[in-house]
């Protein structure tokens, strides 16, 4: 029960995802949205067909799902890491919406940066690969530039550290190929990268 001096506020009771709060013999009730997980490893191809369903999936769910994209690596991808160091260089400087637009071009570019376009590159060259792509993304202004991208990119504070962070919730969550969904805490098996809004809301009839 809540109080406020001699002043009752009421009672507030939750049920699973059902809130109800009780004030002068009064009920309110709300319903507080499903968390739904998404891991994407940015070179992997089944999480670029993902990423074509999400916004479908997140119009037709976003009512009861709350939506949270983690961006992770696997380890048979050489240039995920790099791509991922960039998105956490991105949120470090610009915030969350912009390392979306990054995402997004990433994907939409993904041959730029698979293995037989990149072939034996020297290090310096990925990077200026992944810099191309977040100046298409148009992250970079007077603050965050893109020779700031270059020579921050691998920075371990802004770019290196966040990025396994980031990488490690996936792990802790049983996350070892992606496209991974996590909804209400749990991982959610036999799914398929293809899936659009239909096929999830048969899945989600069985959860």
Known sequence: EASLGSVSLGQLHRTGHKIEYI???THFYCTMKTSWKIFWDLQCPFSKK??????????AHGDKYDFTIYITSLPFHPQAFTAQCGA????????????????????ENQESFMNAAIGDARK????AVFASLAE????????????????????????????????KIALGYGV???????????IVPDT???????EWAEKLKSL
Do not use: Q
């Open 23 to 25: 004030a002068n013999n």
């Open 176 to 186: 070892y190929g992606t496209p991974k969904h996590v909804i209400d805490e749990k």
């Open 88 to 107: 956490s260089l991105i949120e470090s400087f610009k915030g969350r919406d912009a390392v979306m637009k990054y995402v997004d071009t990433c994907f």
């Open 136 to 167: 298409k993304a148009g992250v970079f202004d007077d603050s965050f530039t893109k020779e700031t991208f270059l020579a921050e990119l691998n920075d371990w504070e802004k770019a290196v550290s966040p990025g396994y962070a980031e990488h």
């Open 192 to 198: 398929e990268s293809a899936w659009g809004a239909d």
């Open 124 to 127: 310096s060259e990925i990077k």
């Open 50 to 59: 993902n990423w074509e369903k999400f916004a479908a999936i997140k119009e």
